[in-house]
Nanobody, 116 residues
């Protein structure tokens, strides 16, 4: 089993920044793709960004390109999401997603609220 612990969410004003982190822990697993998804009230969960195992394959939703940056530290089994120039429409619960050799796992979610 793999456990995911997210951190870094909160309340920020429009134009501000936040950095999300997600640490994967457990025993005897290999991490492949890591990513972030988000779900706003009344909407379906949507992809924000994903990153491959060697960081050579990165994918962003059009709505966050040039504002968000995904990265990972394989030694720490950690994925990050640097979010800049935040907008009210970025308000959502953000979920970490990790694909491993065992299965795909989801974090518990962290709330990001962008409001003045």
């Amino acid at each position: 089993q793999v456990q995911l612990v997210e951190s870094g969410g909160g309340l920020v004003q429009p134009g501000g920044s936040l950095r999300l982190s997600c640490v994967a822990s457990g025993s005897r697993f290999s991490v492949y793709r890591m990513g972030w998804y988000r779900q706003a009230p009344g909407k379906q969960r949507e992809l924000v960004a994903t990153i491959g195992s060697s960081s050579s394959s990165i994918n962003y939703a059009d709505s966050v390109k040039d504002r968000f940056t995904i990265s990972r530290d394989n030694a720490k089994n950690t994925v990050y999401l640097q979010m800049n120039s935040l907008k009210p429409e970025d308000t959502a619960v953000y979920y970490c997603n990790v694909v491993t050799n065992m299965a795909t796992f989801w974090g518990q979610g962290t709330q990001v609220t962008v409001s003045s």
